[in-house]
């Protein structure tokens, strides 16, 4: 059996509603042989008559009835489907896929979900916890839309990679210690540190200052939590360098900031595919570009 076409369904419950093929058409803004021919048409395929004629008003079979509550669902969720590509389209829902590091989730990215709850209430965001590499490659395979990663990375073919926040690096350090004026990478190496995981673009940025100036300190403990962290440089356990965002949250007060000498950058990147973004994936892009530095 061939299958049955949803306007056919539409005519069939129309007709059922309004009782007269007559009003079905004028309603459906149809001729009145295309109305008698879905019917005939419907009825052919299913081998059975569905609407009794009778002189006052047109009536369901007992099998007509069946199809057309059945019709009536399908046609209710056809129409549902519809609205909700339409509000996607538009820009008033959707769901956008988005992958970031812990450090990022800790306060950046919170100010741009605060910014879409508000002005897209309807865009659904999902947040996925990872390097920047994985967040590229799943990017690039499609199952990502926007991802949050370290710069620089090399050129990836189908992909948008773009300069969205320079953030200092800063010592961050127990207040109980003795700190210098000037932080510099000898005087940190000396002391016991806490520094993010070796797999991150993070950890291989603090290295790669530490070794500029002929060092090669061993971490106390590497782990990629940046508020663990903080948490354990405030209980005195060692000395840890960390993005300082400007506009987060107050530090624990048995900690002290102080800037590195050399100065030390961790810049950060947006990547999504090339061509023109879905619109919920805009909007998520347009959140993020607000709290981009100026």
Same mark, same amino acid.
């Given at each position: 059996?061939?299958?049955?076409?949803?306007?056919?369904?539409?005519?069939?419950?129309?007709?059922?509603?309004?009782?007269?093929?007559?009003?079905?058409?004028?309603?459906? @803004?149809?001729?009145?042989?295309?109305?008698?021919? @879905?019917?005939?048409?419907?009825?052919?395929?299913?081998?059975?008559?569905?609407?009794?004629?009778?002189?006052?008003?047109?009536?369901?079979?007992?099998?007509?009835?069946?199809?057309?509550?059945?019709?009536?669902?399908?046609?209710?969720?056809?129409?549902?489907?519809?609205?909700?590509?339409?509000?996607?389209?538009?820009?008033?829902?959707?769901?956008?896929?988005?992958?970031?590091?812990?450090?990022?989730?800790?306060?950046?990215?919170?100010?741009?979900?605060?910014?879409?709850?508000?002005?897209?209430?309807?865009?659904?965001?999902?947040?996925?916890?990872?390097?920047?590499?994985?967040?590229?490659?799943?990017?690039?395979?499609?199952?990502?839309?926007?991802?949050?990663?370290?710069?620089?990375?090399?050129?990836?073919?189908?992909?948008?990679?773009?300069?969205?926040?320079?953030?200092?690096?800063?010592?961050?350090?127990?207040?109980?210690?003795?700190?210098?004026?000037?932080?510099?990478?000898?005087?940190?190496?000396?002391?016991?540190?806490?520094?993010?995981?070796?797999?991150?673009?993070?950890?291989?940025?603090?290295?790669?200052?530490?070794?500029?100036?002929?060092?090669?300190?061993?971490?106390?403990?590497?782990?990629?939590?940046?508020?663990?962290?903080?948490?354990?440089?405030?209980?005195?356990?060692?000395?840890?360098?960390?993005?300082?965002?400007?506009?987060?949250?107050?530090?624990?007060?048995?900690?002290?900031?102080?800037?590195?000498?050399?100065?030390?950058?961790?810049?950060?990147?947006?990547? @999504?595919?090339?061509?023109?973004?879905?619109?919920?994936?805009? @909007?998520?892009?347009?959140?993020?570009?607000?709290?981009?530095?100026?």
């Amino acid at each position: 059996m061939r299958e049955l076409k949803l306007d056919q369904l539409r005519t069939l419950v129309t007709i059922a509603e309004l009782g007269s093929f007559a009003a079905a058409a004028r309603t459906l @803004h149809l001729a009145a042989p295309t109305v008698s021919l @879905h019917v005939a048409e419907l009825e052919s395929r299913l081998g059975t008559a569905l609407l009794l004629r009778q002189r006052q008003r047109v009536v369901p079979t007992g099998v007509g009835q069946g199809l057309i509550e059945r019709a009536r669902r399908l046609l209710a969720d056809v129409d549902a489907a519809l609205d909700e590509v339409a509000r996607q389209v538009e820009g008033r829902a959707g769901r956008v896929r988005l992958g970031a590091s812990t450090g990022a989730l800790a306060w950046l990215l919170p100010q741009a979900l605060e910014t879409m709850g508000r002005d897209h209430p309807g865009v659904d965001v999902q947040v996925a916890v990872l390097t920047s590499q994985e967040a590229l490659s799943r990017v690039q395979e499609g199952t990502l839309d926007i991802g949050l990663v370290a710069l620089p990375q090399a050129a990836i073919k189908g992909l948008q990679i773009v300069p969205w926040r320079r953030d200092p690096v800063m010592a961050f350090l127990p207040r109980a210690w003795t700190v210098p004026r000037t932080i510099t990478p000898a005087w940190l190496a000396a002391r016991p540190l806490i520094l993010n995981d070796a797999s991150t673009r993070l950890h291989r940025l603090t290295m790669d200052w530490f070794a500029a100036a002929g060092e090669q300190p061993q971490a106390r403990i590497e782990l990629n939590f940046n508020d663990a962290i903080k948490s354990l440089v405030a209980a005195g356990y060692g000395a840890a360098l960390l993005p300082r965002e400007e506009g987060a949250a107050g530090l624990d007060a048995r900690m002290v900031i102080s800037p590195l000498t050399p100065r030390l950058w961790r810049p950060l990147g947006l990547a @999504h595919r090339t061509g023109r973004p879905e619109p919920a994936t805009r @909007h998520m892009l347009e959140a993020l570009a607000a709290i981009r530095q100026r």
